[in-house]
C-alpha cells in the first residue's frame, strides 16, 4: 500500500480556472503535512504547509482532513506560472520524520 | 540564499565507479536527508542523518551507499560500484532547527553509462 497517493492527472486548465488536488495518506500517526511544487529537472519547493484548521497563502488554499486522511490544494485564478506538478508530502515522527512523496499531479495552465 | 548547495550538479560516470555527491548546509540544520528521482517517477526517500548518525534508510539504501560529515559540515553520500539503474536525481534535504517542512538542494543529476 502506498504511503501517499495523488492523481497524477495530467491537469491542463484555462488560465484563471479554478483547479484542486486531493491526496491521501495511509499512515493515521502522520504528524505534517505539505504541498511541495516541482518544476521540470527542479528540486521540490515547498509550496505550503497544511494544519488541520486548513490554510490560505494568496490564491492557495490548503485542507486536512484527519479523519478521512485526505489532503487538498486548491489554485485559484490560475497563471501560466503555476504550471509544474505538485507533490503531496507526508511526515509521520515514528518512522524517523522521513518524508513521504506522493507521485505528484502534473498541472499545466494553457494561455 | 538556497539552505543547502549540491555539488557537483551533473556527474557521468562509467558503471562500476565509485562516486561522491556533496551537500553543504547553510548552519542551524536538525536532519539530513538523501532522496532520488529516477526520470518520470516519484520522490523517492533514501537515508535521514540526525546527530552524525543514520536515523533511518529505506530498502534502496543498501551496501552499496555511504553516508557521512566527513568534516563537520560537508554532507555526502557515496554511492559504490554504480550500475545504469542509479541514474536518477540525487536531492539532498535539510530540516532547520525548530521547523518542520525539509529544504531541498537543486540536486545532482548522475547518469551512469
Known amino acids: 500500500r502506498k504511503e501517499v497517493e495523488q492523481d497524477p492527472g495530467p491537469f491542463n486548465v484555462p488560465e484563471g480556472a479554478t483547479v484542486a488536488f486531493n491526496c491521501t495518506y495511509s499512515n493515521s500517526a502522520s504528524q505534517s503535512f505539505f504541498w511541495y511544487r516541482q518544476d521540470c529537472r527542479k528540486e521540490p519547493k515547498l509550496l505550503m504547509s497544511v494544519y488541520s484548521s486548513g490554510n490560505e497563502d494568496g490564491r492557495f488554499t490548503a485542507q486536512l482532513n484527519r479523519a478521512s486522511q485526505y489532503i487538498s490544494l486548491l489554485i485559484r485564478d490560475s497563471k501560466l506560472s503555476d504550471s509544474a506538478t505538485y507533490l503531496c508530502v507526508v511526515t509521520s515522527m515514528n518512522t524517523g520524520n522521513q518524508f513521504y512523496f506522493g507521485t505528484g499531479t502534473s498541472l499545466t495552465v494553457i494561455p | 540564499e538556497p539552505e543547502v548547495t549540491q555539488t557537483p550538479s551533473h556527474q557521468v560516470t562509467q558503471m562500476g565507479q565509485e562516486v561522491i555527491l556533496r551537500c553543504v548546509p547553510i548552519?542551524?540544520?536538525?536532519?539530513f536527508y538523501w532522496y532520488r528521482q529516477i526520470l518520470g517517477q516519484k520522490v523517492e526517500f533514501l537515508v535521514s542523518f540526525y546527530n552524525n548518525e543514520i536515523s533511518e534508510k529505506s530498502e534502496i539504501f543498501d551496501d552499496q551507499f555511504s553516508v557521512e560529515r566527513p568534516d563537520g559540515s560537508n554532507f555526502t553520500l557515496k554511492i559504490r560500484s554504480t550500475k545504469l539503474e542509479d541514474s536518477a536525481m540525487y536531492f539532498c534535504?535539510?530540516?532547520?532547527?525548530?521547523?518542520?517542512?525539509?529544504?531541498f538542494g537543486q540536486g545532482t543529476r548522475l547518469t551512469v553509462v
Open positions: 534535504a535539510i530540516e532547520r532547527v525548530g521547523d518542520t517542512e525539509a529544504f
Open positions: 548552519s542551524n540544520h536538525l536532519y
